[in-house]
């Protein structure tokens, strides 16, 4: 594991709204070809941090360093989400984020934006190279439909698929756009067992056939366990542990942070 | 039952509001009084029956979204079943290009000239359409553009003498630059503060062109200005109309092509997809400078071919034709005809342009049933005359079986 290559790594991140510290000194990283799950309760910062590492937010402090395979790295602090996206880094939204007027066909060739080049002159006179590339844009959003098990559902108004389904759609959409790394905000939230099984195999092959390295928020204990390698864990925007799932499970902190927040709510 | 109540309860309650005004007349010639009994029973007759059918209407319109959902099989609506039918949309097409043709010959030329300002107005639906309906920025200053190329060639006519053809492609170029100036600031704005600013923009492009007497001749405006000419041959007044008519049919066809094809195209989905949701666009790799500074450039070229063809037509320009009310009538156009939709905002444009001119009975009234349209629109039909998704549907089916 330690000769594969560091793909993000992320240094004492901290994120301040106002006087609220949402993230204080918070260190990641991801290994190529790695699962690595980021937990914590709710308000932890999670989400603060998909946001800061993605340019969505400029964090307060801290840097984040994002390696492609080729071996070039970028810091990424002040970079523009778009920028992010195109240096190989997609992601998903917890509180799903599709373009409900499209199609879910099109909402996955939107991925492939920052990946073609056709400009206004093209797209006008259609001209053989324009048509190639759309007609390459369409087939590999196709497949990445099949991936994901929405061919059935290609010229449905995106917002007209059921909840698990449009997840999936998210990230058939942010595969779209070739990542190497990619950011998973609770995609199973909101499924039912049987569709969060089907979730994880689905994590799993993409992460076997696109070769690709994946960092994961998820509330669904289950699920984080099985597929991830490593877990990192946030209290209060501050990392409290790190380990294989095993170690992190037998961690009396994250325990108490987890028991603690339960036996507040009762 | 519960209809019938209510609607007997709104004009019982009209008949009491209007009691003084429409019942009691007093006669201060003569010092009497006089009790019309008999309008307040057509006030009651009127109010009972509108307040009736809009109940019935409100009632069918929640009916029917529940009523196709379980069954899974709508009613098709006439457009998607000539979409469906490709011979009779075709065949229909042909009727209405036939007839846009020979229309100048079996008209007036006074028919004529309407034509052209409906025609003028739907290249300015269409171009507004590509920043309002399709990128989804509001913006309220859409006439600001269109002086940019109406002045543009009048100007240019005024002092250098320059012709039709050179000055179209010039008034576009001027009209894109002025959208870009208007971008570049605007673009973090969204929403209600996009639409004030450039309701401003709008409104500062007026007034400079009022005041700036050197440069814009004021309010008195540029007369004289040419009309176009057809290989340097001067055309009488009835054969420039004819001859800008047709110019017009060319720039409607040449709006409505390629509108169609940016729709579908890698711009037109980054166009549509910042209008669905900006951050997930930006995250998934779309630059929101150049794509939001594209849409502002595009809908102001087509606002600037307009302008020029609008100062041929004219043969004189001021600041008053391109009031705020001019922004507001462009934007009714577009929301009228829906979002995005080509055909909606040719068939809005159309009738609120003809509409007006052939109903000069109501020339008074004309405001009033411009508001009271809108606003059963909003209520009956919030996606406009034509609706885009399903337009989109259908595109991707033909496209999926060619990929
Ligand atoms: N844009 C913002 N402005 C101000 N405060 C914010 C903002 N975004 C997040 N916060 C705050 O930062 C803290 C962390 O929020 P965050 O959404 O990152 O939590 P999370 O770990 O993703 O929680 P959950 O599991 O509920 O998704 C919360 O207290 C939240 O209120
Ligand atoms: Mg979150």
Same mark, same amino acid.
């Given at each position: 594991?330690?000769?594969?290559?560091?793909?993000?790594?992320?240094?004492?991140?901290?994120?301040?709204?106002?006087?609220?510290?949402?993230?204080?000194?918070?260190?990641?990283?991801? %290994?190529?070809?790695?699962?690595?799950?980021?937990?914590?309760?709710? *308000?932890?910062?999670?989400?603060?941090?998909?946001?800061?590492?993605?340019?969505?937010?400029?964090?307060?402090?801290?840097?984040?360093?994002?390696?492609?395979?080729?071996?070039?790295?970028?810091?990424?602090?002040?970079?523009?989400?778009?920028?992010?996206?195109?240096?190989?880094?997609?992601?998903?939204?917890?509180?799903?984020?599709?373009?409900?007027?499209?199609?879910?066909?099109?909402?996955? /060739?939107?991925?492939?934006?920052?990946?073609?080049?056709?400009?206004?002159?093209?797209?006008? %006179?259609?001209?053989?190279?324009?048509?190639?590339?759309?007609?390459?844009?369409?087939?590999?959003?196709?497949?990445?439909?099949?991936?994901?098990?929405?061919?059935?559902?290609?010229?449905?108004?995106?917002?007209?698929?059921?909840?698990?389904?449009?997840?999936?759609?998210?990230?058939?959409?942010?595969?779209?756009?070739?990542?190497?790394?990619?950011?998973?905000?609770?995609?199973?939230?909101? /499924?039912?067992?049987?569709?969060?099984?089907?979730?994880?195999?689905?994590?799993?092959?993409?992460?076997?056939?696109?070769?690709?390295?994946?960092?994961?928020?998820?509330?669904?204990?289950?699920?984080?366990?099985?597929?991830?390698?490593?877990?990192?864990?946030?209290?209060?925007?501050?990392?409290?542990?790190?380990?294989?799932?095993?170690?992190?499970?037998?961690?009396?902190?994250?325990?108490?942070?987890?028991?603690?927040?339960?036996?507040?709510?009762? | 039952?519960?209809?019938?109540?209510?609607?007997?309860?709104?004009?019982?309650?009209?008949?009491?509001?209007?009691?003084?005004?429409?019942?009691?007349?007093?006669?201060?010639?003569?010092?009497?009084?006089?009790?019309?009994?008999?309008? /307040?029973?057509?006030?009651?007759?009127?109010?009972?029956?509108?307040?009736?059918?809009?109940?019935?209407?409100?009632?069918?319109?929640?009916?029917?979204?529940?009523?196709?959902?379980?069954?899974?099989?709508?009613?098709?609506?006439?457009?998607?079943?000539?979409?469906?039918?490709?011979?009779?949309?075709?065949?229909?097409?042909?009727?209405?290009?036939?007839?846009?043709?020979?229309?100048?010959?079996?008209?007036?030329?006074?028919?004529?000239?309407?034509?052209?300002?409906?025609?003028?107005?739907?290249?300015?639906?269409?171009?507004?359409?590509?920043?309002?309906?399709?990128?989804?920025?509001?913006?309220?200053?859409?006439?600001?553009?269109?002086?940019? *190329?109406?002045?543009?060639?009048?100007?240019?006519?005024?002092?250098?003498?320059? *012709?039709?053809?050179?000055?179209?492609?010039?008034?576009?170029?001027?009209?894109?630059?002025?959208? =870009? =100036?208007?971008?570049?600031?605007?673009?973090?704005?969204?929403?209600?503060?996009?639409?004030?600013?450039?309701?401003?923009?709008?409104?500062?492009?007026?007034?400079?062109?009022?005041?700036?007497?050197?440069?814009? /001749?004021?309010?008195?405006?540029?007369?004289?200005?040419?009309?176009?000419?057809?290989?340097?041959?001067?055309?009488?007044?009835?054969?420039?109309?004819?001859?800008?008519?047709?110019?017009?049919?060319?720039?409607?066809?040449?709006?409505?092509?390629?509108?169609?094809?940016?729709?579908?195209?890698?711009?037109?989905?980054?166009?549509?997809?910042?209008?669905?949701?900006?951050?997930?666009?930006?995250?998934?790799?779309?630059?929101?400078?150049?794509?939001?500074?594209?849409?502002?450039?595009?809908?102001?070229?087509?606002?600037?071919?307009?302008?020029?063809?609008?100062?041929?037509?004219?043969?004189?320009?001021?600041?008053?034709?391109?009031?705020?009310?001019?922004?507001?009538?462009?934007?009714? =156009?577009?929301?009228?005809?829906?979002?995005?939709?080509?055909?909606?905002?040719?068939?809005?444009?159309?009738?609120?342009?003809?509409?007006?001119?052939? %109903?000069?009975?109501?020339?008074?009234?004309?405001?009033? %049933?411009?508001?009271?349209?809108?606003?059963?629109?909003?209520?009956?039909?919030?996606?406009?005359?034509?609706?885009?998704?399903?337009?989109?549907?259908?595109?991707?089916?033909?496209?999926?079986?060619?990929?």
């Amino acid at each position: 594991m330690s000769a594969k290559t560091i793909v993000l790594e992320v240094k004492n991140l901290s994120m301040n709204f106002g006087g609220l510290r949402a993230l204080s000194d918070v260190d990641l990283d991801i %290994l190529q070809g790695e699962i690595v799950a980021l937990i914590g309760p709710n *308000g932890a910062g999670k989400t603060t941090c998909f946001n800061c590492i993605t340019g969505i937010y400029d964090p307060t402090e801290g840097d984040i360093l994002l390696r492609s395979p080729q071996g070039k790295g970028v810091r990424l602090n002040g970079l523009k989400p778009n920028q992010v996206t195109e240096l190989g880094m997609a992601r998903t939204f917890q509180n799903i984020r599709l373009f409900p007027s499209m199609t879910v066909l099109e909402n996955v /060739m939107l991925g492939t934006h920052c990946r073609t080049k056709s400009g206004i002159l093209g797209a006008i %006179l259609r001209d053989r190279k324009t048509r190639e590339e759309e007609v390459r844009v369409v087939n590999k959003s196709y497949e990445l439909l099949k991936l994901v098990g929405l061919d059935h559902h290609v010229n449905d108004l995106a917002s007209n698929l059921p909840y698990g389904a449009q997840r999936r759609l998210e990230i058939a959409r942010a595969l779209a756009t070739d990542p190497f790394l990619l950011l998973l905000d609770e995609p199973a939230a909101g /499924m039912n067992p049987n569709e969060t099984i089907a979730l994880e195999q689905l994590v799993m092959r993409i992460r076997d056939e696109l070769d690709m390295s994946i960092l994961l928020i998820e509330h669904d204990m289950k699920m984080v366990m099985s597929i991830s390698d490593r877990v990192h864990v946030l209290e209060y925007g501050q990392k409290i542990a790190e380990g294989t799932p095993a170690e992190v499970g037998a961690n009396p902190q994250v325990i108490k942070a987890y028991l603690g927040e339960e036996a507040v709510d009762a | 039952m519960e209809g019938f109540k209510k609607s007997l309860l709104a004009c019982i309650w009209f008949m009491f509001l209007t009691f003084p005004l429409v019942v009691i007349r007093v006669d201060t010639a003569e010092k009497t009084v006089q009790w019309r009994w008999m309008h /307040m029973l057509w006030v009651g007759l009127g109010a009972f029956l509108l307040s009736y059918v809009w109940r019935f209407m409100l009632k069918r319109k929640a009916m029917g979204r529940s009523a196709t959902n379980p069954d899974g099989t709508p009613v098709v609506p006439f457009l998607q079943r000539l979409s469906a039918n490709p011979p009779l949309a075709r065949s229909i097409m042909a009727v209405i290009a036939i007839g846009a043709l020979v229309f100048p010959w079996l008209f007036s030329t006074y028919q004529t000239n309407i034509m052209i300002s409906a025609m003028i107005y739907i290249v300015l639906g269409l171009g507004l359409n590509i920043v309002v309906g399709l990128s989804g920025q509001l913006v309220l200053g859409y006439a600001a553009f269109y002086a940019a *190329g109406a002045y543009s060639y009048a100007l240019l006519n005024h002092h250098f003498g320059l *012709g039709f053809w050179t000055a179209l492609p010039l008034g576009a170029g001027a009209a894109a630059l002025c959208g =870009i =100036i208007l971008g570049i600031p605007v673009l973090r704005l969204r929403g209600d503060y996009l639409a004030i600013v450039t309701l401003g923009f709008g409104e500062i492009v007026r007034l400079v062109l009022e005041n700036w007497n050197e440069f814009s /001749m004021g309010p008195s405006g540029v007369s004289g200005i040419s009309r176009p000419g057809l290989f340097s041959v001067e055309l009488s007044v009835d054969g420039a109309t004819t001859y800008i008519y047709y110019l017009m049919i060319g720039l409607v066809a040449l709006t409505i092509f390629v509108i169609n094809r940016l729709k579908n195209s890698r711009i037109g989905r980054a166009w549509l997809a910042l209008r669905e949701d900006e951050i997930a666009c930006v995250a998934m790799g779309v630059d929101r400078m150049k794509t939001k500074l594209t849409a502002f450039a595009l809908g102001a070229t087509w606002a600037g071919m307009a302008g020029v063809v609008f100062a041929a037509k004219t043969t004189f320009i001021n600041p008053a034709s391109f009031t705020f009310m001019e922004s507001a009538m462009i934007l009714a =156009i577009v929301v009228l005809g829906g979002m995005g939709s080509i055909l909606g905002v040719s068939l809005a444009a159309l009738l609120i342009l003809l509409l007006p001119e052939y %109903l000069r009975a109501f020339s008074e009234y004309r405001m009033l %049933l411009f508001g009271a349209t809108m606003v059963l629109f909003m209520v009956f039909r919030p996606q406009g005359l034509v609706s885009s998704e399903r337009q989109r549907y259908e595109f991707k089916e033909t496209k999926e079986s060619q990929g």
